[in-house]
């Protein structure tokens, strides 16, 4: 699943194409004795993600851009690995001297470490329903440098790479196969081969823990439900507790509010909150981070069945508040507000959810970015968005306006499901969560609904899943610093 991948002083003879990177501003200066008429007529201009294959002096050389020396960051690095493996896709054997041009601007183990991320990102293929193997021929990339540093932030970057693959094969594989008995089995793996504690509650467990909002949502289905609870503990003294909460509808048809077919299309994607969250758990079991992480994964379809929930019924969840469900397609946070209250019950020392909770959300931010929304005042919001802006997984903080609150009043239960019809449909969504969620412990919720999926390759990305969210929570566990209130 992984490129071999290993540093080297020089280039070895077998490699059969070697990547040498350029900033667009260097291009002017024609590098690396390259045929700079021919790069120049094929379009390369240094933009960041280009390849371009030349003839070098040894072998063929991929020219990898790196955009402007002025932004240069590890985004430039990761994209660049990821540009070599699919530009020399019909090498078995690449070689790569890139490191140099991280300069001043970039720390070389953080480069390195975003190369070996774009490499393992850039060869993925989702491979599983397709009768013929994978078209990369790529196995081993030798790349010039030196040093443990290095070398660690290689295999620090092929273990992300690995969980951010592993996330997108769970959300890029079909709602019919990936059921929830199905993820939970594939947890069972991961959990198994990285030495990770894990409970699989089933439907008698979950009606057992009262979890109201997963059985409502469950109601239309045929398939059971299943909840994952999962715990890394640190070999040491623990640094902290963080708890990881992913939404982990296997798949959207919108129940009795049933969807749209154009909008039920991508809707395998609605697990990608909960594979990310595993993914991230395989990622930390290799990395061996200094804090406890325990990770909550709500799993169900939403279906519409003969005894779906009915727009109009009235739930009681996990912490006992209840809620009228007047459109049956607004089950994320259904299934969330449980999770999110068996996480409060583990008194972490600060939750973070990832979900494609809604579509206003990417009407507002688009597909790159996920939106932030949380507890303010204790620094958590800065740690998550510092995470995001390290890794380049992109997010934008939007408000929960507690003036906005009266619109989730209900007449008959404690709560209801959806916001008035004035927009603002993220931010009701993030006031919903913020029910369940025991006051005192900070709190994110990160909105993927944009960047989880795309048709469209872009980046290091293929087209459809994108395994976003594993690298920002990755960043956020290694670098977690307990919140303290103002
Ligand atoms: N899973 C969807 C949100 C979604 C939409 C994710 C598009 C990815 C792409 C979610 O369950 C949903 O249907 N939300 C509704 C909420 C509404 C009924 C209040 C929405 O956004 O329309
Ligand atoms: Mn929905
Ligand atoms: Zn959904």
């Not at 909840?227 to 640094?239: C, H, I, N």
Request: aromatic share 4%; hydrophobic share 45%.
């Amino acid at each position: 699943m992984s490129i071999e991948l290993r540093l080297v002083s020089k280039v070895p003879a077998r490699a059969e194409l070697v990547g040498l990177a350029v900033t667009s501003d260097a291009v002017d200066e024609e590098p690396h004795g390259l045929d700079w008429k021919l790069l120049r007529a094929s379009g390369f201009d240094g933009s960041v993600g280009q390849a371009e294959i030349v003839a070098g002096p040894e072998r063929a050389v991929a020219v990898l851009g790196l955009g402007p020396a002025a932004e240069l960051g590890s985004s430039a690095f990761r994209q660049a690995g990821a540009a070599l493996v699919r530009a020399g896709a019909r090498f078995g054997s690449l070689g790569a001297d890139v490191l140099d041009q991280a300069g001043e601007a970039v720390d070389r183990a953080a480069a390195a470490q975003a190369f070996a991320e774009g490499i393992d990102l850039g060869v993925y293929e989702f491979m599983a329903h397709k009768s013929n193997g994978a078209t990369s021929k790529v196995r081993s990339v030798a790349l010039v440098g030196s040093g443990k540093r290095i070398s660690a932030a290689l295999d620090r970057g092929q273990a992300i790479a690995r969980g951010v693959n592993l996330t997108r094969d769970l959300v890029n594989e079909p709602g019919g196969s990936l059921t929830p008995v199905e993820f939970a089995r594939r947890a069972g793996k991961v959990a198994r081969q990285g030495r990770l504690a894990i409970e699989v509650l089933d439907l008698a467990a979950i009606k057992k823990a009262r979890l109201g909002g997963v059985l409502g949502v469950n109601r239309g289905s045929t398939q059971q439900p299943r909840f994952v609870r999962m715990t890394y503990k640190p070999s040491g003294r623990a640094q902290g507790h963080l708890a990881l909460v992913g939404k982990g509808i296997t798949f959207d048809a919108g129940g009795l509010s049933i969807k749209t077919s154009a909008g039920m299309m991508t809707m395998k994607s609605d697990k990608a909150g909960a594979s990310a969250v595993l993914g991230a758990m395989a990622a930390i079991a290799e990395l061996g981070p200094r804090i406890r992480v325990s990770a909550f994964m709500p799993l169900t379809d939403n279906m519409l069945g003969g005894d779906a929930t009915r727009p109009g019924d009235v739930l009681k969840m996990r912490n006992k508040k209840t809620v009228e469900v007047l459109n049956t397609d607004a089950e994320g946070r259904l299934i969330l507000a449980d999770a999110l209250s068996l996480a409060s019950e583990a008194k972490p020392d600060a939750i973070i959810d990832l979900a494609t909770l809604t579509g206003a959300c990417v009407v507002a931010l688009g597909d790159r970015y996920a939106g932030l929304m949380g507890t303010d005042g204790t620094g958590w919001l800065e740690q998550v968005a510092a995470a995001g802006e390290r890794t380049g997984e992109r997010v934008w903080r939007l408000p929960l306006p507690a003036e906005y609150r009266p619109q989730l009043d209900s007449n008959v239960a404690d709560i209801k499901n959806i916001g008035g019809s004035n927009g603002g449909g993220a931010l009701t969504a993030g006031l919903f969560l913020k029910e369940f969620v025991v006051e005192g412990i900070p709190w994110a919720h990160v909105d993927i609904a944009g960047p989880a999926f795309s048709d469209t390759p872009f980046e290091e990305h293929p087209k459809g899943a994108t395994g976003f969210g594993v690298r920002l929570l990755v960043d956020l566990i290694e670098n977690f610093q307990k919140p303290v209130g103002e």
